[in-house]
């Protein structure tokens, strides 16, 4: 998680998703990346173009209650990331049919691939393991949620 834990900021959560379709929980995570100044309000539709058209090709549900919608985005200048928590779940095609609560959005500039693989290989290492997912449905505040994916600097 080394590269991962800098990227997350407690202003970059969501405690709880209101949306409940999967590409509209897409759409939500996006316009909070534009809330925080992360994306200009004239670049959400371009980036939620590209996560939706990669989302079209195949479902980033991993399974365990875990979704990882991801996009390399052309003229993004820096790699973005929000995560958001759906206590009722979301049906992200997950090859366990399970819905997902933990949704992790990340966006890599377009000539990023070779840290595009590096960080999805760190989320799916992060994500397999039973105790974080609990420990991230568990926690109360943003603060905590930064702290158990810092937790995994160290583990």
Do not use: W
């Not at 590409?23 to 371009?46: R, T």
């Not at 691939?113 to 609990?134: I, M, N, P, T, Y």
């Amino acid at each position: 998680m080394s590269a991962l834990h800098k990227l997350l900021t407690s202003e970059s959560i969501i405690l709880e998703l209101s949306e409940t379709d999967h590409e509209e929980v897409v759409l939500e995570m996006i316009g909070h990346l534009s809330k925080i100044g992360k994306v200009s309000s004239g670049d959400c539709y371009c980036v939620g173009n590209a996560v939706l058209e990669r989302e079209s090709h195949i479902s980033t549900g991993l399974g365990s209650g875990v979704a990882i919608p991801h996009a390399k985005v052309k003229g993004l200048k820096e790699t973005l990331v929000v995560f958001g928590r759906s206590l009722e779940g979301i049906d992200f095609d997950c090859p366990d049919n399970v819905p997902s609560n933990l949704i992790f959005l990340m966006l890599v500039p377009e000539d990023q691939g070779a840290r595009h693989l590096q960080l999805l290989a760190e989320l799916a290492r992060f994500f397999h393991k039973a105790d974080r997912r609990k420990a991230l449905l568990e926690a109360t505040t943003a603060e905590e949620i930064c702290q158990i994916f810092d937790s995994a600097v160290t583990a």
